[in-house]
């Protein structure tokens, strides 16, 4: 097995929405704010290459919006997922498996393009399988008004219609192992329904995509809870466990949203779980 990061472009939202109730005179000492009160993000994917297969964790914004819908998320820098996967010696049509976290669209908006005479939309990926799951797609397929504005149906149809469309099957447990894919997954139900977070063991270390459990490491703190979150005191729970539980095995930490730090590694103090260290993803693999 080999594993990549995979940067798809940068992006930038709300501070306030993404630290919650925390204060932005606390949040902005980690992710300092703009003039618009907007913080860096990431959309950083991983790529595992496993025997025959293929497979992209998350896929980033895509490009088929409208110029006015990117202008709400003021994407800078110049990563692309083509690009990306161009350096790493890749092609799009060789991923053999698209893993989606959860289905909000800057997680699965590269899922999507639009056909050659933009007449209609097609899987982005054509040789691959999408996952996500059952509990999930229909969370996202008959949207809440909360999150609406998220699950965009340009994202998601095309999937299914495709046929191309797959559900891993969920069990009960802690980083439950999935058979369909070689790699293990724990579900969390606080940002959304049934978000899925990958980790595989890669040279003797465990290590695990958080996706929107901790976007950013200014987020390692227990209370520091996103806005977007459906259920936020779910999430505190989650979050608790999923903390010790790391902190205790010494797991590493893939941060998909953190414009500026990939991995970690986290400590128990007398305040909580907190940040141990911060790594490059390759100071890390290519050590070993």
């Known amino acids: ?4 990061p995979v940067e798809t472009g940068n992006f930038k939202l709300d501070g306030g929405a993404m630290f919650g109730v925390v204060p932005k005179s606390i949040w902005n000492r980690t992710n300092p704010a703009d003039n618009n009160n907007m913080i860096d993000l990431a959309a950083r994917c991983l790529l595992i290459e496993d025997g025959d297969r293929l497979i992209l964790v998350d896929n980033g914004l895509g490009n088929k919006q409208s110029e006015k819908f990117f202008s709400y998320y003021y994407r800078w820098g110049n990563h692309s997922l083509d690009a990306s996967l161009e350096a790493l ?20 908006g ?10 209609g939309y097609e899987p982005a990926f054509k040789n691959a399988r999408f996952w996500s799951n059952k509990d999930h797609w ?54 959304t329904e049934k978000q899925m977070l990958p980790h595989v063991t890669y040279k003797g270390k465990t290590l695990v995509f958080v996706a929107d459990l ?15 979150d459906t259920r936020p005191l779910l999430t505190l729970k989650e979050k608790a466990n999923f903390l010790n539980t790391v902190a205790e095995n010494n797991y590493l930490l893939f941060f998909e949203h953190d414009a500026h730090n990939q991995l970690c590694t986290l400590k128990k103090t007398e305040k909580g779980v907190r940040l141990n260290q911060l790594f490059s993803f390759y100071e890390v693999f290519n050590s070993q």
Request: charged letters at 20%; proline letters at 5%.
């Open 1 to 4: 097995m080999t594993v990549y």
């Open 89 to 108: 010696g890749f092609h799009r049509d060789d991923i053999s498996d698209v893993f989606l976290t959860h289905l909000h669209f800057d997680h699965c």
């Open 110 to 119: 590269g899922s999507i393009q639009w056909n050659k005479d933009r007449t």
């Open 138 to 191: 229909e969370w996202a397929t008959h949207p809440n008004a909360r999150e609406k504005a998220s699950f965009l149906k340009e994202n998601l149809l095309p999937m299914e219609e495709s046929g191309q469309l797959h559900f891993v099957n969920r069990k009960e447990g802690v980083f439950q192992e999935s058979s369909e894919l070689g790699f293990g997954i724990l579900f969390a139900d606080g940002h």
């Open 214 to 228: 901790i976007p950013t490491v200014g987020h390692i703190p227990l209370p520091y809870v996103m806005g977007y």
